[in-house]
């Protein structure tokens, strides 16, 4: 009895540590950070669900047939096609140079050209995927070839003869994203030009661009605040006293809100917003920039 006894109070206390970690559990899964979009992930498939019938090869057997069907007499197999019509022809357009999941240096250049001629919306990246393949696309139809989205020899040479050899800044441009045009207000002087659509960043002297980087900028709750401003003071080594968060090279241009670096833009990209500054990743341009800019300067932030 004393043993029944002691071996009750131990599951007891076992059960007792199980609710305890059950009820911990609970409290910490609301600690878990959100992305700045908010959107919750999409549930899962169940499992062992089915494919979708697309997917099904016709004539496999699996549909069943109706029960009130008649039974089919049998028919007769008709004679083998002959093997003409079944031939392949050759490619109209040539060989095929390259296709959806190729990447390197010709995959850049190709986009790159594209570019050049209005196909291709973003910065080159090396890899042939969807975008690149509704570009090839886009140039097939307007020059009356047949939209395979993949890159012949005719596809390829018809580009080559319409665009110039891409310049190392065509290849690898400054930002990930399309510089906007700049805002007029941005034409004459030193100007910080900020587009709030292209989220890029151009340091301007006189109307020509100098550099440009992406931004980030704040959420919808601490919005970046849009018009003309002036750099009005720079801080290096700058921690913030609301949010104690560093703010290396901060360059003040409205209150609190300031163009500065990021390391959370550098991590995580546009998963993240700022509390209304303007975020930069690249280290190393916002450092030049930094270096370059003075009290004074003009800030415009603009749609």
């Not at 697309?54 to 083998?80: I, L, M, R, T, Y």
């Not at 510089?179 to 004459?188: E, F, G, N």
């Not at 993240?272 to 004074?296: P, Q, Y």
């Given at each position: ?56 090869k016709p004539g496999d057997g699996s549909a069943s047939p109706s029960p009130s069907a008649k039974p089919k007499e049998p028919v ?165 006293t609301i949010y104690h968060t560093a703010m290396p090279y901060a360059m003040f241009f409205s209150g609190g809100q300031a163009v ?11 998963n993240g917003a700022s509390h209304g500054c303007v975020n930069v990743r690249d280290e190393g341009k916002i450092a030049a920039l ?14």
């Amino acid at each position: 009895m004393i043993r029944t006894g002691r071996t009750g109070r131990g599951y007891a206390l076992r059960g007792a540590a199980v609710v305890a970690v059950v009820a911990m559990a609970g409290v910490t899964t609301g600690c878990k950070e959100q992305p700045a979009t908010g959107a919750s992930a999409a549930p899962s498939a169940p499992a062992g669900s089915s494919s979708p019938a697309d997917d099904a090869k016709p004539g496999d057997g699996s549909a069943s047939p109706s029960p009130s069907a008649k039974p089919k007499e049998p028919v007769k197999a008709s004679p083998k096609p002959s093997a003409t019509p079944n031939t392949p022809t050759p490619d109209p357009q040539g060989t095929v140079l390259m296709a959806s999941g190729a990447e390197g240096k010709q995959v850049r250049e190709l986009q790159a050209r594209l570019r050049q001629i209005g196909h291709f919306d973003r910065s080159p990246t090396g890899y042939y995927g969807t975008v690149t393949v509704a570009a090839v696309q886009s140039f097939q139809g307007k020059r009356g070839l047949e939209r395979t989205g993949k890159t012949d020899t005719v596809t390829w040479q018809k580009l080559l003869g319409m665009t110039h050899e891409p310049t190392a800044t065509e290849l690898n441009p400054p930002t990930t994203r399309p510089v906007a045009k700049p805002d007029k207000r941005c034409l004459t002087g030193r100007v910080i030009c900020i587009s709030k659509n292209s989220r890029t960043l151009s340091w301007m002297i006189d109307g020509k661009v100098v550099s440009s980087m992406d931004v980030r900028f704040g959420s919808q709750y601490t919005p970046t605040r849009e018009g003309t401003f002036s750099v009005y003071w720079k801080s290096r080594h700058h921690v913030s006293t609301i949010y104690h968060t560093a703010m290396p090279y901060a360059m003040f241009f409205s209150g609190g809100q300031a163009v500065h670096y990021s390391s959370d833009f550098a991590a995580r990209g546009y998963n993240g917003a700022s509390h209304g500054c303007v975020n930069v990743r690249d280290e190393g341009k916002i450092a030049a920039l930094f270096a370059a800019v003075r009290n004074g300067d003009k800030v415009v932030v603009y749609k």
